[in-house]
């Protein structure tokens, strides 16, 4: 199962023309719970993977990094867009073993240049908590809003 899985890390990272060290960097950096780390391989992945043109939306990031969170399938079960609590989140890493974090992701895009995108981060995390995404997951979580205007990214990370 692992050289499968290694197997599926390498094709990927060249599906998607990431360097599999970018990635196991950046989900490095999630479960050590680096939060700088982590935005920075993925504020790099946003600067050298897509287009320009492919950021139209939210559902863009969502798929984008959805994709890349295949390389956690070992340790988590990976769930989009799946109703839970009083609607329906964007991705949730759901650890597979007791004593590892879980993460739940919200992602929000802006329309406009001047939108505060660390405030649209931080009302993405209060969104998760309000919609009580969370009420399926036991252990130790980490809310992470990402909130998006075209390549630039700001992230807020809360422990639960």
């Given at each position: ?21 970018d ?9 050590r ?8 391989k993925y ?8 287009s ?7 559902n ?18 990976i ?5 839970a ?20 992701l ?14 649209l ?10 919609r009580?995404?969370?009420t ?14 075209q ?10």
């Amino acid at each position: 199962n692992q050289e499968v899985q290694q197997e599926f890390q390498k094709l990927t990272a060249h599906y998607l023309k990431v360097a599999g060290t970018d990635l196991f960097t950046m989900f490095s950096a999630l479960k050590r719970r680096k939060k700088e780390d982590f935005k920075d391989k993925y504020q790099r992945i946003l600067l050298t993977l897509p287009s320009y043109h492919d950021l139209k939306d939210e559902n863009s990031y969502h798929m984008m990094l959805l994709g890349m969170c295949a390389w956690l399938c070992h340790d988590y079960k990976i769930i989009s867009n799946r109703e839970a609590g009083k609607g329906r989140c964007d991705i949730v890493l759901k650890a597979r073993k007791e004593n590892q974090i879980s993460y739940i992701l919200e992602f929000k895009y802006a329309k406009d240049s001047n939108t505060d995108l660390k405030e649209l981060a931080k009302t993405t995390v209060e969104q998760i908590k309000d919609r009580k995404y969370d009420t399926e997951i036991s252990g130790k979580i980490i809310y992470i809003g990402l909130a998006h205007y075209q390549k630039n990214v700001e992230i807020e990370w809360q422990e639960k």
